[in-house]
């Protein structure tokens, strides 16, 4: 089977090291997908997205990529700090007014010292 | 971005009662969406709360077991009826921001029932 971008539950790093968080997407119709990330007792909170025609965004220490063709999201921490330790979440989304955000498995990112 | 608030943040509920949760936006919203979170899963949507209509309701969930009121443009409830310990999950209200893709959340209710 296709090993590129696993799906992980948990992924544990050292501080300063980088981190990729992978995911796999359902609907090739989808307009938007979108990177949360969801502390302890808190509901999730937008990191960065992307729009289906792109392939990639970088925002400030993250970098999303979209590959539409094996419908695979990735999100890439750069420097990763122990304020990243949370749930990661991907979602997609359609342009259609009143759709909300379907959600793919989260991954656990554990940051060490 | 939209502040959420909900209530109560957390319970624990006896089998066969209901708890309804309360969701309150600071400003008014056309929208409200419900979803669930068991312990350790991802998100999965409930329904979709038009403000003066019906709940859109996903697959797999029900009125008589999820009745939803809108009453108006900033506030909502979910009730959870004739609860069983299955039902122990993070409930989360949430609304769409401005842009296509912004989806705002409420900080969940923590939901367990014995």
């Known amino acids: 089977g296709e090993s590129v971008g696993l799906h992980l539950p948990t992924l544990s790093v050292q501080e300063g090291d980088n981190s990729i968080i992978n995911c796999a997407y359902s609907n090739s119709a989808s307009d938007y997908f979108i990177w949360y990330k969801q502390e302890s007792g808190k509901g999730p909170q937008f990191i960065i997205d992307i729009r289906s025609n792109m392939d990639k965004r970088q925002g400030q220490r993250v970098t999303v990529l979209l590959n539409k063709t094996v419908k695979h999201l990735s999100l890439q921490i750069a420097a990763t700090q122990p304020g990243d330790s949370a749930v990661y979440f991907c979602?997609?989304?359609?342009?259609?007014?009143?759709?909300?955000?379907?959600f793919g498995k989260g991954t656990t990112l554990s940051v060490s010292s | 971005s939209a502040v959420i608030s909900q209530k109560p943040s957390r319970d624990i509920c006896q089998r066969g009662t209901s708890l309804t949760i309360q969701c309150q936006v600071d400003s008014q919203v056309t929208m409200m969406f419900w979803y669930r979170q068991q312990p350790g899963q991802s998100l999965t949507l409930i329904a979709t709360?038009?403000?003066?209509?019906?709940?859109?309701?996903e697959s797999g969930f029900v009125i008589d077991k999820f009745p939803i009121s809108r009453p108006n443009l900033t506030f909502s409830t979910l009730t959870v009826s004739n609860m069983s310990p299955e039902d122990s999950s993070i409930y989360l209200c949430?609304?769409?921001?401005?842009?296509?893709?912004?989806?705002?959340f409420g900080p969940g209710t923590r939901l367990t029932v014995l």
């Open positions: 979602a997609e989304k359609t342009n259609q007014a009143g759709t909300a955000l379907i």
């Open positions: 949430s609304v769409p921001g401005l842009g296509d893709n912004e989806q705002f």
């Open positions: 709360a038009n403000q003066g209509s019906e709940a859109t309701y």
